[in-house]
């Protein structure tokens, strides 16, 4: 993988699964939910790799801690807005 790649694809995950994880959030109302299909998209993409022999990366693993904590920052923020009375979320 190219650096340039690498380093546009960290803030990349992060803000997609952060975008993916808030969205999940309002429309199901569920604080949690998107970091455990997040947990199993990550199981299901290593063990995909570990299949198909190809061992996984630290690139890829890194990739996938960035989209990890942005799942963690959905939560955190709808957690974080619903204690402070808005309604919405």
């Given at each position: 993988?190219?650096?340039?790649?690498?380093?546009?694809?960290?803030?990349?995950?992060?803000?997609?699964?952060?975008?993916?994880?808030?969205?999940?959030?309002?429309?199901?109302?569920?604080?949690?939910?998107?970091?455990?299909?997040y947990i199993l998209l990550v199981v299901g993409?290593?063990?995909?790799?570990?299949?198909?022999?190809?061992?996984?990366?630290?690139?890829?693993?890194?990739?996938?801690?960035?989209?990890?904590?942005?799942?963690?920052?959905?939560?955190?923020?709808?957690?974080?807005?619903?204690?402070?009375?808005?309604?919405?979320?």
């Open positions: 993988m190219n650096i340039l790649q690498f380093i546009v694809a960290i803030p990349l995950f992060l803000v997609l699964f952060f975008g993916i994880g808030f969205i999940l959030n309002m429309l199901i109302k569920t604080t949690w939910l998107p970091l455990i299909l993409t290593v063990i995909y790799l570990i299949v198909n022999q190809r061992v996984p990366q630290t690139t890829d693993y890194v990739m996938l801690i960035s989209g990890l904590i942005g799942a963690l920052a959905s939560g955190w923020t709808i957690k974080t807005l619903r204690a402070k009375g808005y309604g919405m979320f």
